[in-house]
């Protein structure tokens, strides 16, 4: 007998028994199954199907079969037939109807039956109950199923609880992984019951991995039982049908058994969650955390920010839409997509924001931690203030809002951070001064608390600096001094334990295909806001752009769509001595009872994308004020903006009559080919202006999009910060005034975006 024909040896041979035969006469044997029909036509085939009833064994089949089929040809059918699946052996099993069922459930799956249903039977079960989960009926289900449930140690553990970050699954998990058994979730209470994952102790994430994902995605239930001096997730009300609550135990009583037979697969480490209201079914990826303390490295984050930043030649592989990219914006999502998902994923949804016309592009992707403050209000900021996306088409968007989001999470505090303790006095020449990157006047700290009531979080001024106080640091590259340099670390991660003399914002960070783009895109955003900062304070009418010069077809149909809803566009050129294009795009109401002046900004090295970023940005804002505007949902700095502004009140925001418009040619760029090349670029000119450029990586293991924060201490941020320095002295510089504005002269109108 042949090798190849699987090890059917002297066993009988027939059908796999989800598959039934059917022949056509002259035609074919058909093979029906649940997920389809499957045809087999030749010479010979219908004899010998009728022959493969499951009655006989090799020698059989040869004695039985026609007289012009011989050995050779039915060895080399038969080799065919298995080698595709349709054929296996027939054990001595019970022909009982439920143990035919069962066997061909094994055979439909890719499994020996024969192997499988001993694996399953000969295993231990054990089940763990937590809280008013009935054990009983969990039992019942495995029962169904044939398995075997054991009061001690098992092969397999089900562990069914009513949420999957119950306290008492930190303890399961660690015994677990201690004695290197596997386990399995389920949650059969709820109106959404959920099955998964497997939890295998060294292959895959384990159950602090989940907790990690889970908990971060319940910023609102976490708010409220930190406020209650609560810990562990907010008790729900029994909610659920007896027939649901079966449903997912029997569920996970299925998942059960093809573990022991065998049956492994990627979905095994998801949650499947079924939506009984909707009849949906959703799952939710659990993927291993590098940096888990539970089963990864816990100081993976905190070494690699004491590594040099190194970069490297990036060559531009994508020029269009908002930036130049070393992947284009569909490799990028492809690559990550799976970071998206409302349970377990670091972005929680991707959606486009309906207000005003799709041709905006505005996509947001869950709350913004940059924008939390203390208290409800505080919550309420964070979950309102959405992160998002901008693009010139739609795939730009929700690439741009996938990277924010990611950007957002990754620049969060979860302890996992670098640090070193001290002052900024005990620290010595390692310590940046945080007033040369916050910027707060000192007459900004006499009226402080006046000035943060009457203002959002955004404008929030701190308390004085103190030098000699004791807190946490943590160490950026600087690219200029090749040497690790300090900041504190409050400054540097949204939500790190600080004191109030430092604050957190977003400026600098960013998010991109590789560590230089990412590098490129923060220098940019820090060079924009420093510009507009200058201009927007001082209230120097500025040049306008000439947008016509562009020849850009989605330039003039922006204009178009702006004109459809009764409002003006126009772009300022409000480039300041770095020399980096900065642009301002201009949208007002022509009608009705308020002007809703809306801006939206932009910098790159070309003035084509700088124009772009910043009309794609003020199209990303407008769906604030399309539609019926609710003004009582803004903070108060935005809400004053649309109730008070006037164009002829406020004449800077106008282009200045007296320049003439500037065209695309304007500011000689020249292309590069590698991202590195630009970063140098815009470094080499800081440098002469006496800066310095530092980068901190904050790239998570577990996410892998890379994020860094950018700072260079001495640039402005567009909030409200009026300390001496360039502030006052560049407009001198570039001609715009004859003299440095007063304090007391300075735009008393934060910027509200």
Same mark, same amino acid.
């Given at each position: 007998m042949r090798h190849d024909l699987v090890g059917l040896g002297e066993q009988r041979i027939g059908f796999k028994r989800h598959l039934r035969p059917q022949i056509v006469q002259g035609e074919a044997v058909y093979l029906f199954g649940e997920s389809g029909v499957t045809a087999i036509a030749g010479t010979h085939v219908e004899s010998l199907a009728t022959l493969l009833d499951g009655t006989r064994d090799l020698a059989a089949l040869l004695r039985d079969a026609p007289t012009d089929l011989t050995a050779d040809k039915v060895e080399s059918m038969l080799t065919r037939l298995a080698a595709a699946g349709l054929i296996g052996r027939r054990g001595t099993?019970?022909?009982?109807?439920?143990? !035919?069922?069962?066997? &061909?459930?094994?055979?439909?799956?890719?499994?020996?039956?024969?192997?499988?249903?001993?694996?399953? /039977?000969? *295993?231990?079960?054990?089940?763990?109950?937590?809280?008013?989960?009935? @054990?009983?009926?969990?039992?019942?289900?495995?029962?169904?199923?044939?398995?075997?449930?054991?009061?001690?140690?098992?092969?397999?553990?089900?562990? &069914?609880?009513?949420?999957?970050?119950?306290?008492?699954?930190?303890?399961?998990? !660690?015994?677990? @992984?201690?004695?290197? /058994?596997?386990?399995?979730?389920?949650?059969?209470?709820?109106?959404?019951?959920?099955?998964?994952?497997?939890?295998?102790p060294g292959d895959g994430p384990c159950w602090r991995c989940l907790a990690t994902r889970l908990s971060a995605n319940r910023k609102a239930e976490a708010h409220v039982r930190a406020r209650c001096g609560q810990s562990g997730p907010a008790p729900r009300p029994v909610i659920g049908l007896p027939s649901l609550h079966?449903?997912?135990?029997?569920?996970? *009583?299925?998942?059960? %058994?093809?573990?022991?037979?065998?049956?492994?697969?990627?979905?095994? =480490?998801?949650i499947w969650n079924y939506d009984s209201l909707t009849m949906k079914v959703t799952q939710h990826e659990v993927r291993h955390r590098p940096q888990c303390s539970g089963c990864g490295d816990p100081e993976v984050v905190a070494r690699r920010a004491f590594e040099p930043v190194t970069l490297t030649s990036r060559v531009k592989r994508s020029c269009e839409g908002g930036g130049h990219r070393s992947s284009s914006p569909q490799e990028l999502l492809d690559t990550y997509r799976h970071l998206i998902g409302p349970v377990t994923g670091v972005v929680q949804e991707i959606r486009r924001n309906e207000g005003g016309p799709a041709f905006f592009n505005s996509f947001v992707s869950g709350s913004n931690v940059a924008a939390a403050g203390e208290g409800v209000e505080g919550l309420r900021s964070s979950l309102r203030a959405d992160t998002g996306g901008k693009g010139v088409t739609p795939l730009d968007a929700q690439v741009g809002a996938l990277c924010e989001a990611v950007e957002r999470r990754s620049g969060t505090w979860f302890g996992e951070e670098a640090r070193v303790s001290g002052s900024y006095a005990s620290l010595?020449?390692?310590?940046? +001064?945080?007033? /040369? #990157?916050?910027?707060? +006047?000192?007459?900004?700290?006499?009226?402080?608390?006046?000035?943060?009531?009457?203002?959002?979080?955004?404008? +929030?001024?701190?308390?004085?600096?103190?030098?000699?106080?004791?807190?946490d640091w943590t160490p950026l590259w600087s690219l200029t001094e090749r040497r690790h340099k300090f900041l504190p670390t409050g400054m540097l991660y949204?939500?790190?334990?600080?004191?109030?003399?430092?604050?957190?914002? *977003?400026?600098?960070?960013?998010a991109g295909s590789s560590l230089e783009d990412a590098v490129l895109q923060g220098l940019l955003e820090l060079v924009e806001r420093d510009a507009v900062a200058i201009w927007w304070y001082n209230r120097t009418p500025m040049p306008a752009v000439d947008l016509d010069s562009f020849h850009d077809a989605w330039v003039d149909e922006c204009r178009e769509v702006h004109a459809s809803l009764g409002r003006d566009v126009w772009l300022l050129d409000v480039t300041a001595?770095?020399?980096?294009?900065?642009?301002?795009?201009?949208?007002?109401? /022509?009608?009705?009872?308020?002007?809703?002046?809306?801006?939206?900004?932009?910098?790159?090295?070309?003035?084509?994308? &700088?124009?772009? =970023?910043?009309?794609?940005?003020?199209?990303?804002?407008?769906?604030?004020?399309?539609?019926?505007?609710?003004?009582? &949902?803004?903070?108060?700095?935005? @809400?004053?903006?649309?109730?008070?502004? @006037?164009?002829?009140?406020?004449?800077?925001?106008?282009?200045?009559?007296?320049?003439?418009?500037?065209?695309?040619?304007?500011?000689?760029?020249? +292309?590069?080919?590698?991202?590195?090349?630009?970063?140098?670029?815009?470094?080499? %000119?800081?440098?002469?202006?006496?800066? !310095?450029?530092? #980068?901190?990586?904050?790239t998570r293991p577990d996410i892998g999009l890379p994020v860094v924060r950018v700072v260079v201490p001495g640039l402005r941020h567009f909030w409200s910060r009026f300390a001496q320095g360039r502030l006052y002295d560049v407009p001198v510089q570039l001609g715009r005034l004859d003299r440095p504005r007063r304090y007391e002269e300075l735009n008393p109108i934060p910027l509200f975006m």
């Amino acid at each position: 007998m042949r090798h190849d024909l699987v090890g059917l040896g002297e066993q009988r041979i027939g059908f796999k028994r989800h598959l039934r035969p059917q022949i056509v006469q002259g035609e074919a044997v058909y093979l029906f199954g649940e997920s389809g029909v499957t045809a087999i036509a030749g010479t010979h085939v219908e004899s010998l199907a009728t022959l493969l009833d499951g009655t006989r064994d090799l020698a059989a089949l040869l004695r039985d079969a026609p007289t012009d089929l011989t050995a050779d040809k039915v060895e080399s059918m038969l080799t065919r037939l298995a080698a595709a699946g349709l054929i296996g052996r027939r054990g001595t099993e019970d022909g009982s109807a439920t143990t !035919e069922a069962s066997l &061909a459930y094994w055979d439909a799956a890719g499994l020996d039956p024969a192997d499988a249903v001993t694996a399953t /039977t000969t *295993s231990l079960v054990s089940v763990v109950a937590i809280g008013d989960i009935d @054990r009983d009926a969990l039992v019942e289900a495995l029962h169904r199923n044939g398995l075997t449930v054991t009061s001690g140690s098992g092969d397999l553990t089900v562990v &069914a609880c009513a949420d999957y970050l119950a306290p008492e699954l930190r303890d399961i998990d !660690e015994a677990h @992984r201690a004695a290197g /058994t596997p386990w399995l979730l389920v949650k059969p209470v709820g109106a959404q019951v959920c099955v998964g994952p497997f939890v295998t102790p060294g292959d895959g994430p384990c159950w602090r991995c989940l907790a990690t994902r889970l908990s971060a995605n319940r910023k609102a239930e976490a708010h409220v039982r930190a406020r209650c001096g609560q810990s562990g997730p907010a008790p729900r009300p029994v909610i659920g049908l007896p027939s649901l609550h079966a449903t997912a135990l029997d569920i996970a *009583s299925v998942e059960a %058994t093809k573990w022991l037979a065998g049956i492994r697969h990627e979905a095994q =480490r998801s949650i499947w969650n079924y939506d009984s209201l909707t009849m949906k079914v959703t799952q939710h990826e659990v993927r291993h955390r590098p940096q888990c303390s539970g089963c990864g490295d816990p100081e993976v984050v905190a070494r690699r920010a004491f590594e040099p930043v190194t970069l490297t030649s990036r060559v531009k592989r994508s020029c269009e839409g908002g930036g130049h990219r070393s992947s284009s914006p569909q490799e990028l999502l492809d690559t990550y997509r799976h970071l998206i998902g409302p349970v377990t994923g670091v972005v929680q949804e991707i959606r486009r924001n309906e207000g005003g016309p799709a041709f905006f592009n505005s996509f947001v992707s869950g709350s913004n931690v940059a924008a939390a403050g203390e208290g409800v209000e505080g919550l309420r900021s964070s979950l309102r203030a959405d992160t998002g996306g901008k693009g010139v088409t739609p795939l730009d968007a929700q690439v741009g809002a996938l990277c924010e989001a990611v950007e957002r999470r990754s620049g969060t505090w979860f302890g996992e951070e670098a640090r070193v303790s001290g002052s900024y006095a005990s620290l010595g020449g390692l310590a940046i +001064h945080p007033d /040369t #990157v916050q910027q707060y +006047h000192p007459r900004q700290f006499d009226d402080r608390e006046a000035w943060n009531a009457k203002h959002s979080a955004f404008q +929030h001024v701190t308390t004085p600096f103190d030098e000699n106080e004791v807190m946490d640091w943590t160490p950026l590259w600087s690219l200029t001094e090749r040497r690790h340099k300090f900041l504190p670390t409050g400054m540097l991660y949204f939500g790190a334990p600080c004191p109030p003399s430092v604050t957190s914002d *977003s400026n600098g960070c960013a998010a991109g295909s590789s560590l230089e783009d990412a590098v490129l895109q923060g220098l940019l955003e820090l060079v924009e806001r420093d510009a507009v900062a200058i201009w927007w304070y001082n209230r120097t009418p500025m040049p306008a752009v000439d947008l016509d010069s562009f020849h850009d077809a989605w330039v003039d149909e922006c204009r178009e769509v702006h004109a459809s809803l009764g409002r003006d566009v126009w772009l300022l050129d409000v480039t300041a001595d770095l020399g980096v294009p900065v642009m301002v795009a201009v949208s007002r109401s /022509t009608s009705g009872p308020r002007e809703d002046i809306m801006l939206g900004c932009g910098a790159h090295l070309d003035p084509r994308i &700088a124009a772009r =970023r910043a009309l794609t940005e003020l199209n990303q804002c407008m769906p604030m004020i399309c539609g019926q505007v609710r003004l009582d &949902a803004f903070d108060v700095d935005t @809400r004053n903006w649309f109730e008070h502004t @006037r164009l002829d009140e406020q004449p800077w925001l106008a282009p200045d009559p007296a320049e003439p418009q500037r065209d695309v040619f304007h500011h000689g760029y020249q +292309h590069r080919s590698d991202l590195s090349d630009d970063i140098r670029a815009i470094q080499g %000119t800081l440098e002469a202006h006496g800066m !310095e450029l530092l #980068v901190l990586d904050q790239t998570r293991p577990d996410i892998g999009l890379p994020v860094v924060r950018v700072v260079v201490p001495g640039l402005r941020h567009f909030w409200s910060r009026f300390a001496q320095g360039r502030l006052y002295d560049v407009p001198v510089q570039l001609g715009r005034l004859d003299r440095p504005r007063r304090y007391e002269e300075l735009n008393p109108i934060p910027l509200f975006m």
